[in-house]
């Protein structure tokens, strides 16, 4: 099976470097239906080849008057161990060891706490471990049962600071269930937009009067690297995304854009990928990378949320799905937002197992 992955890689690879040929014959650069169809396979293959993945980085923010800056780093930063599991399992864990934060109306202008934060295919917890502030350090021995259907949502709120977000891999992509969160699937969309819209619509109502979104995905050159470079049109809010087909189909850059009344497309909020490394087979992470978001209103400096990984680790073969529960240890405060029980943990003879 892993031989089929890399010939259909390789197939890929070989179409996409004859693309410079193909582009002086043709007026476009544009891909066919059927180089899209070979595209979302051979990155479906990428996709599903990983298996788990363990990343230990360090995030900081910066502000500046503008997108090119110049950055100014400020005190907010997180220092995490993050572990997923395959992409079809949306298994999850995050370890802060150091996560500094705005206090409003606090005792102090940050707090800094650790803790962390799983989900395990059915249930999402979070251990409190400790808060300081003003030098004093204060023990949370707390935990929380929070219902499956707020893990994503917790969990993808931190995709930057653990380079999720910078990858091919865990696209939430806002599509209803039962899609998977996949860049493979948008291709797959790009290639047959009416047979896609209607599978939308199957799963999902909302979807039933909508026209479908206009792609375009070409051969392009970003930073002297040979790209694929996949366009959603929208109207008003459309988004471009660059991946490297040489190197597992990273994600290199992405752009989401606003047009004004005029037609000018800006850009509110992009993702420049800088640094990859190959962690396994067909398999390339991003180990440094900027996220940079426009102001929310005039007056307001523009953020960058700096990424930088110091060790990968994927397709473990001794990686143990336990990871993914959270123990409580003994003594340790539980709030079960599922039952709506709170116990201690060793101390009530019916408690769930921690």
């Known amino acids: 099976m892993n031989n089929l992955k890399s010939v259909t890689v390789s197939l890929f690879t070989f179409l996409f470097l004859l693309s410079g040929l193909r582009a002086e014959e043709t007026a476009s650069n544009e891909l066919s239906v059927e180089e899209l169809k070979t595209v979302a396979q051979s990155m479906r293959a990428v996709e599903d080849a990983l298996l788990n993945v363990r990343i230990d980085s360090n995030a900081w923010v910066e502000e500046g008057p503008s997108s090119t800056g110049p950055w100014e780093r400020t005190p907010l930063c997180w220092s995490t161990t993050a ?8 298994q999850a864990r995050i ?31 979070r251990k409190e471990i400790s808060s300081s502030y003003n030098g004093k350090t204060f023990d949370r021995h707390s935990g929380f049962i929070f219902p499956k259907e707020l893990a994503l949502g917790l969990l993808r709120s931190f995709g930057r600071i653990t380079g999720v977000e910078a990858s091919l891999f865990f696209h939430y992509c806002g599509m209803p269930e039962p899609f998977p969160k996949r860049f493979s699937v948008s291709f797959e969309g790009a290639a047959d937009p009416n047979s896609f819209l209607a599978a939308l619509a199957a799963a999902d109502p909302r979807y ?15 930073g ?29 850059r992405y752009d989401d854009l606003r047009k004004d009344k005029d037609g000018n497309e800006r850009v509110i909020s992009s993702i420049e990928v800088t640094k ?75 408690a769930p197992e921690n």
Not at 208 to 222: G, T
């Open 83 to 90: 572990y997923y599991g395959k992409i079809s399992s949306n």
């Open 95 to 125: 370890d802060f060891h150091k996560y500094v934060m705005r206090w409003e109306n606090g005792a102090a202008p940050y707090l800094e706490e650790s803790y962390s934060v799983s989900f395990d295919g059915e249930q999402c917890r």
């Open 208 to 222: 039933l009067n909508r026209k479908p979104l206009k792609h375009k995905v070409v051969f392009e050159e970003l």
């Open 224 to 252: 002297g690297i040979q790209c694929i470079k996949a366009a959603c049109l929208a109207d008003t809010a459309p988004t471009k995304w660059w991946f490297d087909p040489n190197r597992g189909f990273a994600l290199l």
């Open 276 to 350: 990859l490394e190959k962690v396994a087979e067909n398999i390339w992470w991003p180990m440094e990378a900027y996220f940079i978001d426009c102001p929310p209103e005039n007056g307001k400096p523009w953020k960058r949320i700096v990424y930088r990984a110091s060790n990968v680790v994927a397709n473990d073969p001794n990686f143990d799905e336990s990871i993914f529960t959270i123990p409580f240890p003994d003594g340790y405060l539980i709030d079960d937002k599922v039952t709506g029980r709170k116990y201690t943990v060793g101390e009530e003879p019916n």
